[in-house]
């Protein structure tokens, strides 16, 4: 199994552990405006640094950084759910 990232690397994002996109702790690629999620990303893990774990619990609070960030980045305050 590997992540597929071709789109993203086709668009020139950056790639990082096991050719999964590179993000930042926001979800945040290195293209302008654009967030990534899921089992193409790297993950950000306390104990074991940046990795790449293709988990569906990974993609789900990774999903939820990334739509509660750019929610916050849009000015709309349209953040909703408990933050954890």
């Not at 020139?12 to 926001?26: F, M, N, R, S």
């Not at 999903?63 to 960030?69: K, L, P, S, T, V």
Request: charged share 20%.
């Amino acid at each position: 199994m590997r992540p597929d990232a071709g789109l993203a690397a086709a668009a020139g994002a950056t790639l990082g552990v096991k050719g999964a996109i590179e993000v930042d702790e926001y979800m945040r690629t290195s293209l302008p405006d654009v967030y990534a999620a899921g089992d193409c990303v790297v993950t950000h893990h306390r104990l074991l640094g940046t990795t790449w774990l293709p988990l569906g619990t990974t993609a789900h609070k990774q999903g939820r950084i990334a739509g509660e960030h750019s929610a916050e980045t849009a000015g709309s305050g349209a953040v909703s759910g408990p933050r954890s």
